[in-house]
């Protein structure tokens, strides 16, 4: 029973359920970016090149011969995902950048004076009333 409960106290740890829901949303973002670009991106750089598809582009190695169907490398599918990869990686710097600004102002931000323990205070009151019977 040892090994079934070091894996529970690794499973339900703070951290592994923050690492879970930070990997379900960065999938869902991952999906939104895709649509963004496919959808909204993409059709306007292809209007600027021409008219072009992306998604239609491809480099064809080898015709369809008879029921085998052709043989192709979809280039312009890669670079969708390439201009996909890249929207994430800037859009993560910047949460980055804005939460370690934030942190650096809450660094920065004086710390208000802790009070003084009781027994020190205490103490005070105590060497003020010694000093005012002499």
Known sequence: ??????FKEFAVKGN????????????????????FVADVIMPPIGVLLGGVDFSGLVF??????GEAPAVVISYGKFIQTLIDFIIIAFAIFMAVKAMNSLK????????APAAPPKEEVLLAEIRDLLRERK
């Not at 029973?1 to 070091?6: D, T």
């Not at 650096?104 to 710390?111: G, H, T």
């Open 1 to 6: 029973m040892g090994m079934m409960k070091e």
């Open 16 to 35: 592994v359920v923050d690492m879970a829901v930070g990997i379900i949303i960065g999938v869902a973002f991952g999906k939104i970016i895709s649509s």
């Open 60 to 65: 064809i190695v080898k015709e369809a011969a």
């Open 104 to 111: 650096k102002k809450e660094e920065e931000a004086p710390a």
